[in-house]
Each structure stands twice: as structure tokens, then as C-alpha cells.
């Protein structure tokens, strides 16, 4: 068994029509803002790159393979759910998380007043501390689709490492 795996995730959803009283869900955050992000789940793309991330460092798929969006179970699923169970996989390989890091890709909603709860659900859910995982946000200064507001897009890059509790159970 290697003792780390790093992996890294990439997603994005684009901006529906505006809407009254709409919002965006980002790192289980329900976020107000006038146009919603279509998806066949809760759109999360925090949440979406973070589950690739942990399942790309274990050579596990995608969330598309675990959870595809062709299966009417998926619709509307709450992506912290979702997420849970990604991490209950790494926990199977006998691993825990060392460091999360997150990066969200939009010109809006703002992300700074959010970062903090965030940070507090992604730790709630992958069994770490806040301390051990970083959100932050940047635009693309007007330039592609982010900057144009067409959508929001997420990188998460993680590393993994063996938990030496899981790993002398299995021995």
C-alpha cells in the first residue's frame, strides 16, 4: 500500500435563467444569487471537484461513474450525501485525509463571506479538521465563460495518506 495518494478534481456547471429568490449551492453552502446552476444534482461543483479529487487518488473513477447522472436516483441529490459516501471508499482503502485544497473559479456569488462554512462542512464530512482544508475563490478578470458569469467551475487537489489505524486492522 502506498502510504499517500494526491489527486485532483476539475468541475463545472453553468448559470440558468434568473430566477426570484434562487441561490447556489457551493461546499453544502446555500448561497442567494439570481441565476441557479443547472445540474442534474444539487450542482455543487465545490463538492463535484472535491469527490473527484479523492476518487481520482485512488484510481476509483469519477463521481460520473459512481453516481451517474443518467439514474433518476441522482436528481436533486444532495451532494454532501454524496460526498459521505466518496469518503466512506477512501476509508475503505485505509486512508484518511492529510490536506484538501480548493479552489472555486466565479466572477459571483462572492465566495469570501462563505469560505469559513465551508471549510466547516468539507471538514464535518471528510473527518479532518477545518485547519487541514483550504477554499478559496478567484475570477478570471471578465475573460472565458467564469468571467462572461455563464457558470462557475471548482479545482480541489488532495492528498491522501494511510491511516495507520484502518492499515494495522487490516493486518
Not at 502510504?3 to 434562487?22: L, Q
Not at 455543487?44 to 479523492?54: G, K, P, R
Not at 460526498?83 to 477512501?90: G, I, M, Y
Not at 487541514?132 to 472565458?144: F, H, N, Y
Request: aromatic share 4%; glycine share 10%.
Amino acid at each position: 500500500m502506498m502510504t499517500i495518494r494526491i489527486g485532483h478534481g476539475f468541475d463545472v456547471h453553468r448559470f440558468g435563467p434568473r430566477m426570484k429568490d434562487a441561490s447556489v449551492m457551493l461546499g453544502g453552502v446555500c448561497i442567494p444569487h439570481s441565476r441557479p446552476l443547472l445540474a442534474h444534482s444539487d450542482g455543487d461543483v465545490l463538492l463535484h471537484a472535491v469527490m473527484d479529487a479523492l476518487l481520482g487518488a485512488l484510481a476509483l473513477g469519477d463521481i460520473g461513474r459512481h453516481f451517474p447522472p443518467s439514474e433518476s436516483r441522482w436528481k436533486n441529490a444532495d451532494s454532501r450525501q454524496l460526498l459521505q459516501a466518496v469518503f466512506a471508499l477512501v476509508r475503505k482503502q485505509g486512508y484518511r485525509l492529510g490536506n484538501l485544497d480548493c479552489t472555486i473559479i466565479a466572477e459571483q456569488p462572492r465566495i469570501k463571506p462563505h469560505a469559513a462554512a465551508m471549510r466547516a462542512h468539507l471538514a464535518a464530512d471528510l473527518d479532518a479538521t477545518p485547519e487541514q482544508i483550504s477554499v478559496k475563490a478567484t475570477t478570471t478578470e471578465g475573460l472565458g465563460f467564469a468571467g462572461r458569469g455563464e457558470g462557475i467551475a471548482a479545482h480541489a487537489v488532495c492528498l491522501l495518506v494511510v491511516d495507520k489505524d484502518t492499515r494495522s486492522d487490516a493486518s
